[in-house]
């Protein structure tokens, strides 16, 4: 694949990005186009490995390496490299019903399975990814499809978010009757509201919501199940179910001064940021970072978005905490090659921060032990100590101690929780009698099912909170089960069917 030669005659080019000082005045996506002809250097750098780990969607240490929708990379890193762009097109859409997506917020697990990266730079996967599927809207190659049967089933989603779209588009071109039903104002779950706009332009977004609304799904907006319409209601209207929800409850901090004002979920705070962004919301002063002191708990891509855009913002100071060491700047031993880099990495937000502040904003192996605040009720800092992350003989259990005499306190009039979530929210589980395991729907992956008939679960509902590629894998997968469920055979492609 490629050019036989071309990861010895190539290096790795990174798609140019705005200026930092420059594009946190704006909203607008922090990364420009790839040129075609970059583009096509970058696919001939393929080096026809033989095993493409790359698309192979698998866990290694707890952490996803390799593509979870099995994409054909090496086949679409030729045709690019040859100049065959639709055909390449064709291909990745054989596998990922999404890649405008993933090409702008994956975390790109594929690269870090690249066989070149064992000892180079990887292919840039991603960003070929991305030039494809810009090219294809682009060229005008993606127009709706309409099924070329129905079936006369009906099928529910509950949730619009990557697993609930990637079921939808399934499901619809299997010719089944498909609805989803969103209690928000706009389509797309976590990509419009949990996701910054200058990671993924909203217009992208809606662009595919109405390519899916034009090939025949219907998307109910402003609809929360179990509040505006019954769960009965929905078992008695259709064949089947699908809950794609998410998982939207975030982890709390219980810990002295929780209570004040101005200490917010990550969540909460982005979404709002969001509206304010598109001009679907009025500015809320409450959860604005105009002229405040901003500190972000959490160290992962949430908290970084909290940081691009409390920069946005105006924010006086921005920094962010977090307990986990940090990452080294090379793999280590233990973390070989095909397993996922864990390797320090500057983010869009934190590399703003660094050109505006003039320093490093991440501070690492620290905890916050309570939140102090004024007599009014609202947070004005923080009460951190340091804590060393201790390995055993064997370097793998890890222990927290913490550092005697190592107290701080912070200036803080905005604090924001990203330290992740803890599954699913309880009220919609409760109403369709769903069994749950440790906060996530009881389904068994590959079978999608959950005690109920007819009803299935896919995405961070199920498994957690995971990636948007997880997310449309499991949305094809439960699509695959359910057209099986009401067919009793499916057309529709499965890597998981034996």
Known sequence: MGKKTGFMEFDREYVKERDPKERIKDWNEYKDRTPDEQTQRQGARCMDCSIPYCSMGTEIEGATTGCPVYNLIPEWNDLVYKGKWKEALDRLMQTNNFPEFTGRVCPAPCEGACTVAISDDAVAIKDIERSIIDKGFEMGWIQPRKPKRKTGKTVAIIGSGPAG??????????????????????????LTYGIPNMKLDKKVVQRRIDLLEAEGISIVLNTEVGVDISAEEIEESFDSVIL?????KPFDLPIPGRELGGVHFAMDYLTQSVKESIGDSAIKSELNAKGKNVIVIGSGD???DCVATALRQGAK???QFARSLQFPFKREKLNAWPAYPKVFTLEYGHEEAKELYGEEIREY????????????????GLYTERAQKIRDDERRMIVYEEVPDSGEEWDADLVLLA???EGAEDSLLSAFNVETDRGAVAAEYGKFTTNRKGIYAAGDARRGQSLIVWAINEGREAAYEVDRFLMGKSILPTVLAV
Do not use: P
Request: proline letters at 0%; a neutral charge.
């Open 165 to 190: 779209l990637s079921a939808a588009d399934q499901l619809n071109q299997a010719g089944h009757s498909v609805t989803i039903y969103e209690r928000s104002e706009r389509a797309g779950g976590l």
């Open 244 to 248: 794609c929800t998410g998982a939207t």
């Open 302 to 304: 949430t908290g970084a």
């Open 317 to 319: 100071s921005v920094n």
């Open 365 to 380: 192996q620290i905890q916050t032990k309570a939140f102090m605040g004024t007599e009014s009720g609202h947070v004005k």
């Open 419 to 421: 330290i992740g979530f």
